[in-house]
């Protein structure tokens, strides 16, 4: 019913504004012509003066107009610092990050390194090419192809060395270039690892090496890489075995599935390439006799070296700029994750003072009551000092939500700690005489490591303290190695026991 009036009281005022707009339409043509037609019967000097006059005074309107048709609500300081810090990073926000990430302790080293490799690598003025591969895709061979004079050493088996191998190459035009040997990526677990990853990043431009068509997890590899936004050439290797027809059906259909990708990394090329080498044939003699001979079969690399140089030529500064963020991304990254095990490691300590302060408190508790009160206190100063150390802001409303939370899911497991907890007082004779409440301090401690633990959680996956996902958590945490949290904790309450027994004597 009532949405009903609602609708028809909103009808009838998009009628009115729709005769009000019309009647205001029609009101102004009527002016302006009328204006017209006077200005038509005066002297021209006086008609021409008049428009400009007209003209002149109707500016201020206009540009007012055009102010509110272009206005736009200036972002929220959040907005825009989440869109600063969204933006590609360069060697000021870096060296910001650094200084920040030192004041925290955590171990800047790693990206100090990164931006000393960039350096040296600008300095030499030299283009850096990073070549992957499985292990038997033929990089060594490609190498040597490209390199004659080089001497390439690696294992017999796969994955028994993660070195990397660098080698000076000249492209046709005479530019320098750095060849990287990546180790086979199938050493890598069959996934893009760290390392593969972070030589990438650094390098100008990459060239993966394939043999026919791509399988699934080449095209994994290949999309992996082609995501890192750096130029990409897929070199189709040992072409001299296929007829001309094969290999342009081969080629064709790399082209067809890398197509896609194009679409977001248009710097993707594709070159067939054959390192040579040795080659079985059939021969048949004077006698009509079949035999087997090995002939010498000269390497085809000329496809791979016109690829690599047009991308010189044609991207030779966003090659250079493509590679200086890619190395200002890996070192924010390795400041990542320098942060966060800086803060892991503090986070810990925090909560593991907490847990010793919830043991002390629950013994050094005498009325009835005060117990409830001090871990209270103690579990509040918990969240708030974890949130600060990851500078993610808290409100009071959310604290007492997530305790509240704590509490009724605590009273479901209180029976099983508690027994538990009696149960650890069994491996330390003569522990039951020391204090009352020994047992309950050992149920404190648990609970209290066990939010703390939760807490660090939240904040390390989600950036924000989320008082369901941490009290979900919190029974995963007070269910996980209960009867060695409880063993570790009961020692702790017997010295904590011990200790105030000789302050009271």
């Known amino acids: 019913m009532y949405t009903g009036i609602v609708r028809t009281i909103l009808l009838a005022l998009a009628a009115a504004g729709l005769l009000g707009l019309t009647l205001f339409s029609l009101l102004f043509i009527d002016t302006l012509l009328s204006i017209v037609e006077r200005l038509s019967h005066l002297p021209p000097w006086l008609s021409i003066g008049l428009g400009v006059m007209l003209f002149l005074l109707s500016l201020p309107l206009a540009w007012l107009v055009y102010r509110l048709v272009r206005w736009a609500p200036a972002r929220p300081a959040a907005d825009a610092a989440s869109a600063a810090t969204s933006a590609p990073p360069d060697r000021k926000r870096i060296e ?15 990206a100090l390194e990164e931006l000393h490799k960039l350096s040296q690598r600008k300095e030499s003025g030299t283009v850096h090419a990073a070549l992957y591969g499985d292990i038997s895709s033929g990089k060594s061979s490609l190498i040597r192809a490209l390199l004659p004079d080089a001497e390439t050493v690696s294992g017999v088996i796969g994955g028994t060395t993660r070195e990397l191998k660098e080698y000076t190459w000249r492209s046709p035009a005479g530019d320098r270039l750095v060849l990287i040997d990546m ?9 893009l690892d760290d390392l593969a990853s972070d030589e990438a990043l650094r390098a100008h431009l990459v060239i993966y090496l394939c043999e026919g068509d791509l399988t699934r997890t080449q095209m994994n590899d290949i999309g992996a890489l082609a995501a890192l936004g750096k130029p990409l050439v897929i070199a189709i290797n040992k072409i001299d075995r296929f007829a001309p027809q094969d290999l342009e059906m081969i080629r064709a259909r790399v082209d067809e599935r890398i197509a896609p990708l194009r679409e977001q990394n248009p710097r993707i090329a594709v070159a067939p390439v054959s390192a040579g080498g040795k080659q079985e044939v059939v021969v048949i003699g004077p006698d009509d006799i079949e035999r087997r001979q090995l002939r010498e079969t000269p390497p085809q690399v000329d496809a791979l070296k016109q690829a690599v140089q047009v991308m010189i030529d044609d991207s030779a500064e966003t090659l250079e700029s493509l590679r200086d963020t890619s190395v200002f991304v890996l070192a924010e990254r390795r400041l990542e994750r320098a942060i966060a095990e800086r803060r892991r490691e503090q986070a810990q300590v925090i909560v593991e003072s907490g847990a010793k302060k919830a043991v002390a408190g629950a013994l050094a508790a005498i009325t009835p009551g005060t117990d409830l009160l001090i871990q209270g206190y103690i579990a509040t100063k918990l969240v708030k000092d974890l949130c600060e150390l990851y500078e993610v802001p808290v409100r009071k409303i959310d604290i007492d939500q997530l305790l ?23 491996a330390f004779p003569g522990a039951g005489t020391l204090a009352g409440g020994i047992v309950h301090a050992i149920a404190y401690g648990i609970i209290i490591d066990a939010l703390g633990k939760a807490v660090v959680s939240s904040l390390e996956s989600r950036g924000a303290l989320r008082p369901r996902v941490a009290a979900e958590e919190f029974k995963e945490y007070v269910g996980e190695n209960l009867d060695l949290s409880a063993k570790q904790f009961a020692r702790l309450a017997i010295e904590e026991a011990r200790r105030l027994g000789r302050r009271s004597e």
């Open 96 to 110: 910001q990050r650094i200084a920040r990430a030192e004041t925290l302790g955590a171990d800047a080293s790693h």
């Open 183 to 191: 180790p086979g990526l199938r050493e890598a677990n069959g996934e």
């Open 404 to 426: 509240q939370l704590i509490q009724s899911r605590t009273r479901h497991v209180a029976a099983l700690v508690l027994a538990i907890a009696g149960n650890a007082l069994k």
